[in-house]
């Protein structure tokens, strides 16, 4: 059992969260554009001083690698390492897209056999996986550009749950499909990835700090004006 600081920045959400033996002691988290620079660490401040603990006190630091925006990612992973340096603590990474069918699981009621995350990647493309019933992965997480028939073989055999930033632009497309479910208000939050991070803490189970990178997925793009 741990104290175990949260960053999740791999979408528009800046979140932090306190955890301590897997329970939650509080969090501060802000949902208003890509903000992270300004406020990640200033979060992660008034938390711990908040939560009458101090930076030494920590035992790792947990981060959500991705798949995610490039620059949102860049900046959570950067923290996440300054602290584990500094501190000489390890450093525990989330899969996104497992946190969010974490999320689900914890928070709502469906009847879906399968649960896809999707993250939005621009125009029709989504980040996204497929996980079962206890979050565990069954298709590996892939950059997909969505179509009318975009998994058309696996929704002919289950009731698929789709949620995440990327699943509104896909719902009139998905939709069609009588298997095909969508929920919503499902955003990456730091507070669900408390349950996975415990279990990788209690299996050892650390990032190798000095070569540790996010989980991008995709090439960074630079856009020219």
Known sequence: MALLLHLE???????VALSKDGK???????NAGYTHAEN???FCDQLVKKCDYTYPQLDAVVVSKGPGSYTGLRIGVAAAKGFCYALNIPLI?????????????????????????????????VFCAF??????????????????????ELLDKHKIAFFGDG????????????????????????????SLAEEKYAQQKFENVAYFEPFYLKEFMLGVS
């Open 167 to 194: 699943a509104a632009k896909c719902k009139s497309l998905l939709s069609r499909h009588h298997n095909a479910l969508f929920l919503d208000d499902v955003i990456p939050s730091s507070r669900y990835m408390i």
């Open 131 to 152: 996980y079962d019933s206890k979050a565990n992965e069954i298709q590996e997480t892939k950059a997909e550009i969505i179509n009318e028939n975009s998994f058309k």
């Open 40 to 42: 990640l660490v200033a």
């Open 93 to 125: 990474s989330i899969n996104t897209l497992q946190q969010l069918a974490q999320q689900v699981l914890l928070q709502h009621t469906t009847e879906a056999t399968l649960l896809c995350p999707m993250i939005d990647a621009r125009r029709m493309e």
């Open 9 to 15: 920045t791999a979408t528009s959400m800046c979140s």
């Open 24 to 30: 939650l002691l509080d969090m501060e988290e802000l």
